[in-house]
């Protein structure tokens, strides 16, 4: 059965850091992998989707890096912003089912 | 209306009640997926419809009763449910299953009295 962990389960970091996110699963038989953002009491927005033969994807400030092998990505965000600020979410694609870590809740202070 | 939409977005009954939950999207998408997000819990797939069909059932009580009459409405039947079913319910849809990006609605919060 896939697993999914996600480390830390929160942080704190002021304006314009970068950051890298962490995921961990357990079963590399994956399809794919994706990262969502959640915001408080919302539905979840797609940032990134890493097909199991890709290394990784990049969109604007966001770069999401996968390595089957191991079982683990990131999600790097570079120059952080107060906007950035949400619920982290990574999900490992298998047959029919996305398996969700319990998220990364990032708070940006300006 | 764009993306995927989900009525109501909030949804107090008692556990004698009978509701429904509906999704519809307007992505032209062939999958939808029904989710559960409890408090302190990662989310949790609940049902996959493939072109109408349904393809997944993990394990849901049957106090839940998905339908899809089409593949841009998707439709969740409330029956009886406990105070522990209290948790935000959230509907997605993809191109295909497997490959594809999956993209969410707002949810509905729902509570179980």
């Known amino acids: 059965k896939q697993e999914v962990t996600q480390i830390p389960a929160a942080l704190s970091v002021p304006e314009g850091e970068n950051l890298v996110l962490n995921c961990s699963f357990t079963?590399?038989?994956?399809?794919?992998l994706q990262w969502f953002r959640q915001d408080p009491g919302k539905g979840l927005t797609s940032l990134l989707l890493?097909?199991?033969?890709?290394r990784e994807q990049t969109s604007g400030r966001l770069n999401a890096s996968l390595d089957k092998s191991s079982g683990r990505s990131t999600l790097y965000i570079a120059a952080s912003q107060p906007g950035d600020s949400a619920t982290y979410l990574c999900?490992?694609?298998?047959?029919?089912?996305?398996?969700f870590g319990t998220g990364t809740r990032l708070l940006v202070s300006p | 209306e764009t993306g995927v939409t989900q009525t109501p977005r909030h949804l107090v009954m008692g556990m004698t009640n009978k509701k429904s939950l509906k999704c519809e999207q307007h992505?032209?998408?062939?999958?939808m997926y029904w989710y559960k997000q409890s408090a302190k819990k990662p989310l949790e797939l609940m049902f996959v419809?493939?072109?109408?069909?349904?393809?997944e059932n993990n394990s849901v009580p049957s106090r839940f009763s998905p339908e899809c009459p089409n593949s841009s409405h998707l439709f969740l039947h409330l029956h009886t449910l406990q105070p522990e079913d209290s948790a935000l319910y959230l509907c997605?849809?993809?191109?295909?299953?497997?490959?594809?990006?999956?993209?969410f609605g707002p949810g509905t919060r729902l509570t179980v009295l």
């Open positions: 997605a849809s993809s191109q295909a299953v497997n490959m594809d990006t999956q993209y």
């Open positions: 079963d590399s038989a994956i399809y794919n």
């Open positions: 890493i097909q199991s033969s890709q």
């Open positions: 999900a490992v694609g298998g047959f029919q089912k996305l398996v």
């Open positions: 992505l032209g998408h062939n999958a």
């Open positions: 419809y493939n072109f109408k069909e349904q393809t």
